[in-house]
């Protein structure tokens, strides 16, 4: 059993909650409501920011210059690659750029980052790249079971895209546990957190659409 | 008007936010629930073992060994002083050290703490100090304003401890505005945040006793 | 006058110092012992290595995307482009990839990669900046100096390499002064001790010589 | 064999060259010249400084409250207590409290105590601790070896108040191994630089006299 295998088993009520949230069903079959949808792409387009200074961080912290150079790579992945990607996705879904950049940060969405980000600081690289796990294995996971399910890549699921995307490849890494695991559960209870913020605030629009259409 | 003054004129709306959340109101006619408190009470331990941990980073950042020694007799009353009154605080609304040290840390004591850690490690005292301010200058400034109010300090109220224990001394310091009136922001929404979140267990339990005490 | 400018002028005993040493004489002119560049070449590139990491942690420090996307240039520039020319330029002097690697660090450029590393995690971005600008800023300042120099790009110059790699385009940025003066005069004092370090070891090797040539 | 005794095992070389310098037995038979000592003690303060940061980066870094109060009396051990001592006995060597202020660093202060907080910084708590270990077991190591030496604690030993405030007690901690050797080695190196320095002054000192008494 890999490392990342034995976190996950450690952290695995966390993990599921993650993982079989909801929200990911619904991005399956296309039933989430499209004010969590864009609610979450807002909130995820502040995110990349973070995680790009969390793997600048790791260059920071590498011990060898290996490990630097895979850093940097995923560094200039997020800064040139992704961030376009999901400024394009957002673009499809009515979002400009101006949109994503005068957002207010959600709780969710601060806990998550700066608690990565201290983790890191607070620890070593090993302590970091833990910290970025759920993240970096979850949603390629996450991805590629979705990508299974009957109709989620149909043209009629208006979350295909996002499924596409990151139904891509893994990532793997060496151990030191207990504290680590402390960390990942964390981490991985603050991505569960991430998608509810997401889903609350589609639930709330929905709400308001049932109320303001009921006769009074 | 002095750098703090300033800050506050300009962050005025999320500074009343804070200031004047009705959890202070309840503090002070002893309206608000126990369950609200307790939960706030286990929070704020976590959020002082953080913050101890932000005044240590001052030490760390100081410029001058006249800074170093003033963060660090912050640093001394928070873990000699402060933490040692919040647990005996806390023993007397019948929550055990025990209770404190396993409490999972909410997403809203989370978001606050590492957002100050990482706007500190980011920037330099100065914003540090900025981002520390809204709970250094506010806890002093609502404190005093709850004592003057009428049965605030009266044996009757359950809360008239908390109130006494922060009617103490504000702070101040020098200016680079603008980045500096940012973090303060975001850092007085996030105490906002935390008395939502406070509020918020005390809702949940009262609506929950109400209906399990409603005829089915 | 910019910036950097004002810098300068407020350092101008340390710019000198460090600008016009004897050892970037000796490259222009070509008197330079083979053993002075040699060590300095060694230590340079175990040098590259921590201001890659100081460019990774300017991207951490970063308040703007914009900012970020710079420094991870800056970054990416250092750990793409120039390592690998250094690599080059060393292999022409005989020193191969295990001889950089293994070298052990000299306590000149420990002093200076570290006190950049802590003077920029101590304080911010700008901060960061400054401490790296003596690098940034002086090396071209310096390599356009030599370069006009009569015989200096002259095939029988040995270090005329060097002088066409970093006779480049310099470098500028706003303000906060003093901290940030001393913050400049310390790098710069560091960068004239390097040279100095590669000066001593081609004096020692020197005296060396004429030591063993000399009838006993 | 403990964790440090294994440590100081595989730094055997580094270890001895560090604890068994010149200047230290210079302290024990009174031999070392004055200029030496006094710019070792010149140093040693701003050294210290940066050791207080160190350990405040230690309450930073400490996963646990126990560990984060086990720092904090370290830190203030150094800024209430040693800092203290050592400015006395500064004023016993004829240098104020403005000499140590002004003097400007030098190298081989800058390289170790830059070297240890970045080693801190970068790697977890256990690395920082390991950076700071040759320091905190090495004094308390050489001042009792030097104390049981004839005529150390005498009278007319002008440096026997030095031996007796490092004839303390030693310290402790666990493990994971190459990667802590490898900062342990390196911190104990610059320990021994650091003697190197005040050595070096001595000499030169010397050598001037002998140079100014000598018949032209």
Redesign the interface.
Known sequence: MSFFERLKAAASAEWRAYTEHPFTNGLADGSLTEAAFRHYLVQDYLFL?EF??AY??A?????R?AD??E??AG??AI?DVEMNLHVKLCAGWGLSPGDLEQAP?A??M??YT??V??AG????LL?LKVALAPCVIGYAEIATRLAARPGAQAATNPYRVWIAEYAGAPYATPA?EA?LIAIFK?ATR?EA?FWEMGWRAGEETTRQRVMSTQPS
Chains 1, 2, 3, 4 share one sequence.
């Open positions: 920011i790009a200074r600048a961080l260059v920071y912290k590498s011990p210059l630097m150079r850093a940097a560094l200039s800064l940060p709780v969710e601060l806990a700066r608690y980000l201290d600081m607070r620890g070593d302590a030191r504290e964390e603050l957190d």
